[in-house]
């Protein structure tokens, strides 16, 4: 079930602009991203389409039109690994993006989909749906809805110790992707907000970004319905396939060791696992840095 990868989209590009980054397109159609330093830049690949020996010999114009120090290359899952040792690069480097997700077809059935929830998920919703949450999914949501779900975001991001980027970056997303940004937010019976999150889309599929609970939230079983009720809503607005976004993974148990729970929960929604390769980066020799602007 291999999808373009969501940064690999235009609308990506634009969001990163915002921090410096330039987009360049190679020969099969792949982004690179380069990113101008006082003396030198960096380049970053984040899962490109199958990448070939033509577009890491462009790679190489590239880096020495620009000065760049390092090139790190996060593939996507059907790479051809052998092709980054072909031009020195090796595994290593920490991870920019999750290494492991989750993926729903939602060209499935709804009876199917509801069948592939653990039994303890579909007792959750059905718990949630008797307590009268109810939910609500806003498209290209408003600036007031944005810095709700934002508040909600932040306030267990700060709680948890996980890092979340500041408002103006979420609403940059946001204004980005436009009509395929979407907001979903789980309210109580006496509309006390219990959790909120943030879902792009691009290329037939949706990517679950960003998510966050109240403290009632927490007590509550509201966070089940919300992701189903998300499920269910995007197979009608037509996208194939949800990229749950980030899994707890034994290669990297230090620095995934705190996504388990949210690998638990996001793992009761069925779907197939997918692991991607782990970083290759080029780094520049001194003698390189020193001739690569002759």
């Given at each position: ?171 940059e997303k946001i204004r980005q992707f436009g009509k395929e940004a979407y907001i ?111």
């Amino acid at each position: 079930m291999a999808v373009r990868d969501i940064r690999q989209s235009t609308a990506w590009s634009h969001y990163l602009t915002r921090y410096g980054w330039v987009t360049h397109t190679l020969p099969g159609g792949g982004l690179v991203r380069l990113a101008k330093l006082p003396v030198v830049s960096i380049a970053k690949l984040h899962r490109p389409p199958q990448l070939t020996a033509a577009d890491l010999v462009e790679l190489e114009r590239l880096r020495k039109e620009h000065h760049v120090a390092v090139v790190k290359a996060s593939p996507a899952a059907e790479q051809d690994l052998a092709v980054f040792a072909q031009f020195g690069y090796s595994q290593r480097g920490s991870i920019d993006l999750p290494p492991r997700t989750v993926v729903i077809n939602l060209q499935q059935d709804e009876a199917t989909l509801w069948q592939g929830l653990t039994k303890d998920c579909r007792y959750s919703i059905t718990r949630s749906r008797t307590a009268a949450d109810h939910i609500e999914l806003t498209q290209a949501p408003s600036p007031e809805v944005v810095a709700q779900y934002y508040q909600v975001v932040n306030a267990r991001s700060k709680r948890v110790g996980f890092y979340t980027p500041p408002l103006a970056d979420h609403m940059e997303k946001i204004r980005q992707f436009g009509k395929e940004a979407y907001i979903g937010t789980v309210y109580s019976q006496a509309g006390v907000v219990l959790g909120s999150k943030l879902f792009l889309g691009y290329a037939g599929c949706v990517w679950y970004m960003y998510s966050g609970l109240t403290g009632p939230g927490a007590q509550s079983l509201g966070n089940y319905q919300l992701m189903w009720e998300c499920i269910r809503r995007f197979k009608q607005l037509g996208y194939s396939t949800l990229d749950m976004e980030g899994l707890a993974d034994d290669r990297l148990r230090r620095q995934t060791k705190n996504w388990r729970n949210y690998t638990d929960y996001k793992l009761q929604f069925g779907g197939t696992v997918v692991t991607f390769p782990l970083p290759y980066t080029k780094y520049a020799t001194i003698f390189e840095l020193l001739n690569l602007r002759n």
